[in-house]
T-cell receptor
Framework: GAVVSQHPSWVICKSGTSVKIECRSL??????MFWYRQFPKQSLMLMAT?????????EQGVEKDKFLINHASLTLSTLTVTSAHPEDSSFYIC?????????????FGPGTRLTVT | QKEVEQDPGPLSVPEGAIVSLNCTYS??????FMWYRQYSRKGPELLMY????GNKEDGRFTAQVDKSSKYISLFIRDSQPSDSATYLC???????????FGTGTRLKVLA
């Protein structure tokens, strides 16, 4: 099956610093990747849709200047949380979609737990 | 009102029981319905998917969609302790790949 990895799996950073999270599709090319955020006991909330070679599309209420997304290649998308604050502490999950597949062909990474102190 | 509603549980059942997990939704444009299993601090894993209405069976799992009632279900037969996890429903409209997730139901199967 398709495998998506994320790095790091967890990170602790100080308030005001920036953190980069990588999402890689290991055995397929992903034209589209998605970034989600999940707070404890809450649902996954889509933050943005990332298409290779173009600007990401952000969901309403998500600050594009704070959450920088770069989909530099068909196997790599990065999410940079800039000037992180404690309220940004969350579980960030990416997913990747192989081209030409149905909407349910979306594979999720294992997630990155971010703690901002 | 949320687009997708799901009882967060927790739901505790004895081993071997039949488990019924449900979601309701308000957007009649949803066409794709998925069920994911998520273990603690892990990413979601796709269990079942259904397009439009009907039933789908895969081993111990059965997914049902009733579009007239805007209601979907996942049944787990002969539940095992290893089924203990959070089960998330997700939905999508045709032509988009944007998933709307339920909050997830925590299931605990007791040995």
């Amino acid at each position: 099956g398709a495998v998506v990895s994320q790095h790091p799996s967890w990170v602790i950073c100080k308030s005001g610093t920036s953190v980069k999270i990588e999402c890689r599709s290991l055995d397929f090319q992903a034209t589209t990747m998605f970034w989600y955020r999940q707070f404890p006991k809450q649902s996954l909330m889509l933050m943005a849709t990332s298409n290779e070679g173009s600007k990401a599309t952000y969901e309403q209420g998500v600050e594009k200047d704070k959450f920088l997304i770069n989909h530099a290649s068909l196997t790599l998308s990065t999410l940079t949380v800039t000037s992180a604050h404690p309220e940004d502490s969350s579980f960030y999950i990416c997913s990747a979609r192989p081209p030409g597949q149905s909407p349910y062909e979306q594979y999720f990474g294992p997630g990155t737990r971010l703690t901002v102190t | 009102q949320k687009e997708v509603e799901q009882d967060p549980g927790p739901l505790s059942v004895p081993e071997g029981a039949i488990v019924s997990l449900n979601c309701t939704y308000s957007n009649s444009a949803f066409q794709y319905f998925m069920w994911y299993r998520q273990y603690s601090r892990k990413g979601p894993e796709l269990l079942m998917y259904t397009y439009s209405s009907g039933n789908k069976e895969d081993g111990r799992f059965t997914a049902q969609v009733d579009k007239s009632s805007k209601y979907i279900s996942l049944f787990i037969r002969d539940s095992q302790p290893s089924d203990s996890a959070t089960y998330l429903c997700a939905m999508s409209t045709s032509g988009t790949y944007k998933y709307i997730f339920g909050t997830g139901t925590r299931l605990k199967v007791l040995a």
